[in-house]
């Protein structure tokens, strides 16, 4: 059904784009039509000018057909014949100039009943498919939001309110800043390649370059955090049971790190997004990731959806999210709360349902965790330096697998951030125990690849505007 949803929304929207081309291109066209409509009055006019001998008065007939009259018009090029012989006081040779103009706007007239009839011809099939796409994607857009109604009900009380004019504003403000970074970046890419280029002409490039990455940066690093989707909104968007990403706040800041791409730069790549925002982007292959913000922070983190339960009663807010939830990933770590989160997933959810990430250094970690199971984990040989060195899932009986995180030798991707491994080692354990979901380290770049997506999709936007505009100006 998500795929259905996803077919249909994108046909929709593009046929309701080209819709919208004709229909505006139609209306160009009705203007026009009825622009031209006073013509018999003004060739009326014209008739007046030149009995009265006013060569101003037929100078002034002959700018309006200049405007209004179609191209290849002969109504237009016999009316201003007639103005240039008025102005140099020849009226008798204007008179016949303009003896067959009435037949000659009859036939202009005509052919703008035609462009338009054509033109409506046009846009109306794409306008009625692109109504019933639209009312399609629109009735399981309204299913879409009831199958996570009781989750979106339950996070709702605990996400805090937001002025209704600030998501779209800053939504603005970021594409401003991802259309600058797209654009200085490339520009700065292509300075470094082009060697055709003039010396001077690459210098303004590089500057304006860097001046608009420099620019692109303060302004996304103020605008996405306040242009992020509620968790509410999130669960709305998605058919699918959420999943829950449990995690101690300390471990935010390292979360929140934003690491380099090997080989992206020779690849004309950037990223500017965080580990957490790549997590969530590979997590986002089984359906969409919700987390309790840390109590009394200004601005959510990026990444997984931030919702808010009361320092006094937060347990049942997350027991319940546990049983509501298709997916719980744990990032291990040294608080209390968490190790609580532990022992909730492992005594009232199904093995298979819990994934644990293991930190590169874990002291203690490991003892408290085996503890706590069956048989031990054997984590100790994972300790790395990496911000995640193992995944950890479970058998029926509790029984843990274990799955480091890469690069190993001989690893064939060297262009993976450090959290693509760590979305591989994911596929990799729940893989084993049957669950199989593809390319979830591919996912992690998945928000790398949209900020260049939609600064493409700029173009087709670019065009729509303009037309509109052209029919504004028009009217």
């Given at each position: 059904?998500?795929?259905?949803?996803?077919?249909?929304?994108?046909?929709?929207?593009?046929?309701?784009?080209?819709?919208?081309?004709?229909?505006?291109?139609?209306?160009?066209?009705?203007?026009?039509?009825?622009?031209?409509?006073?013509?018999?009055?003004?060739?009326?006019?014209?008739?007046?000018?030149?009995?009265?001998?006013?060569?101003e008065?037929?100078?002034?007939?002959?700018?309006?057909?200049?405007?209004?009259?179609?191209?290849?018009?002969?109504?237009?090029?016999?009316?201003s014949?007639?103005?240039?012989a008025?102005?140099?006081?020849?009226?008798?040779?204007?008179?016949?100039?303009?003896g067959?103009?009435?037949?000659?706007?009859?036939?202009?007239?005509?052919?703008?009943?035609?462009?338009?009839?054509?033109?409506?011809?046009?846009?109306?099939?794409?306008?009625?498919?692109?109504?019933?796409?639209?009312?399609?994607?629109?009735?399981?857009?309204?299913?879409r939001?009831?199958?996570?109604?009781?989750?979106?009900?339950?996070?709702?009380?605990?996400?805090?309110?937001?002025?209704?004019?600030?998501?779209?504003?800053?939504?603005?403000?970021?594409?401003?800043?991802?259309?600058?970074?797209?654009?200085?970046?490339?520009?700065?890419?292509?300075?470094?390649?082009?060697?055709?280029?003039?010396?001077?002409?690459?210098?303004?490039?590089?500057?304006?370059?860097?001046?608009?990455?420099?620019?692109?940066?303060?302004?996304?690093?103020?605008?996405?955090?306040?242009s992020?989707?509620?968790?509410?909104?999130?669960?709305?968007?998605?058919?699918?049971?959420?999943v829950?990403?449990?995690?101690?706040?300390?471990?935010?800041?390292?979360?929140?790190?934003?690491?380099?791409?090997?080989?992206?730069?020779?690849?004309?790549?950037?990223?500017?997004?965080?580990?957490?925002?790549?997590?969530?982007?590979?997590?986002?292959?089984?359906?969409?990731?919700?987390?309790?913000?840390?109590?009394?922070?200004?601005?959510?983190?990026?990444?997984?959806?931030?919702?808010?339960?009361?320092?006094?009663?937060?347990?049942?807010?997350?027991?319940?999210?546990?049983?509501?939830?298709?997916?719980?990933?744990?990032?291990?770590?040294?608080?209390?709360?968490?190790?609580?989160?532990?022992?909730?997933?492992?005594?009232?959810?199904?093995?298979?349902?819990?994934?644990?990430?293991?930190?590169?250094?874990?002291?203690?970690?490991?003892?408290?965790?085996?503890?706590?199971?069956?048989?031990?984990t054997?984590?100790?040989?994972?300790?790395?330096?990496?911000?995640t060195?193992?995944?950890?899932?479970f058998?029926?009986?509790?029984n843990?697998?274990?799955?480091?995180?890469?690069?190993?030798?001989?690893?064939?991707?060297?262009?993976?951030?450090?959290?693509?491994?760590?979305?591989?080692?994911?596929q990799?354990?729940?893989?084993?125990?049957?669950?199989?979901?593809?390319?979830?380290?591919?996912?992690?770049?998945r928000?790398?690849?949209?900020?260049?997506?939609?600064?493409?999709?700029?173009?087709?936007?670019?065009?729509?505007?303009?037309?509109?505009?052209?029919?504004?100006?028009?009217?």
């Amino acid at each position: 059904m998500r795929t259905a949803t996803r077919l249909l929304t994108a046909a929709a929207v593009v046929v309701g784009y080209v819709a919208l081309i004709l229909a505006i291109a139609a209306g160009i066209d009705l203007r026009e039509r009825n622009a031209f409509h006073d013509a018999p009055a003004q060739h009326a006019a014209f008739l007046t000018a030149v009995e009265q001998g006013s060569a101003e008065g037929a100078r002034a007939v002959s700018a309006w057909f200049s405007e209004h009259a179609p191209d290849r018009s002969a109504a237009r090029t016999s009316i201003s014949l007639a103005a240039s012989a008025a102005e140099h006081d020849d009226f008798d040779f204007a008179r016949r100039y303009v003896g067959d103009v009435p037949e000659e706007i009859e036939q202009d007239q005509a052919t703008l009943d035609e462009d338009f009839e054509r033109a409506w011809g046009r846009a109306v099939p794409w306008l009625v498919i692109g109504a019933v796409l639209v009312a399609g994607a629109l009735v399981l857009r309204h299913r879409r939001r009831a199958a996570n109604a009781d989750v979106v009900e339950l996070v709702n009380r605990f996400v805090p309110p937001r002025p209704r004019w600030r998501r779209p504003i800053f939504m603005v403000v970021n594409g401003v800043g991802y259309v600058l970074m797209v654009a200085g970046f490339l520009g700065v890419v292509a300075v470094t390649r082009a060697q055709e280029i003039p010396w001077g002409v690459r210098g303004i490039m590089l500057v304006g370059g860097l001046i608009s990455l420099v620019i692109a940066y303060y302004l996304l690093r103020y605008s996405r955090p306040r242009s992020t989707p509620s968790a509410a909104a999130v669960l709305q968007s998605d058919w699918r049971r959420p999943v829950l990403y449990l995690r101690g706040f300390d471990d935010d800041p390292h979360a929140a790190v934003v690491d380099d791409l090997p080989g992206a730069l020779p690849q004309g790549l950037l990223s500017i997004h965080s580990r957490e925002e790549q997590l969530v982007g590979a997590l986002g292959a089984f359906g969409p990731v919700v987390a309790v913000g840390r109590p009394g922070e200004p601005l959510p983190h990026l990444g997984a959806a931030r919702f808010y339960l009361p320092g006094d009663d937060w347990q049942t807010g997350v027991r319940t999210l546990m049983d509501m939830s298709q997916l719980i990933v744990l990032r291990l770590g040294e608080g209390e709360g968490l190790w609580w989160e532990v022992e909730q997933a492992r005594t009232t959810q199904p093995p298979s349902k819990l994934v644990l990430l293991v930190p590169g250094e874990h002291n203690g970690l490991v003892e408290r965790l085996d503890a706590q199971l069956p048989s031990p984990t054997g984590l100790e040989q994972f300790r790395t330096g990496q911000w995640t060195s193992a995944v950890v899932v479970f058998d029926q009986d509790w029984n843990p697998r274990v799955h480091g995180v890469g690069p190993f030798p001989g690893d064939k991707n060297k262009y993976g951030a450090p959290v693509f491994y760590v979305a591989r080692a994911i596929q990799a354990a729940l893989q084993s125990l049957g669950t199989r979901r593809r390319a979830l380290g591919i996912r992690t770049n998945r928000g790398m690849l949209a900020v260049f997506g939609k600064a493409l999709l700029l173009v087709p936007v670019f065009v729509l505007v303009v037309y509109f505009l052209r029919l504004i100006f028009l009217w």
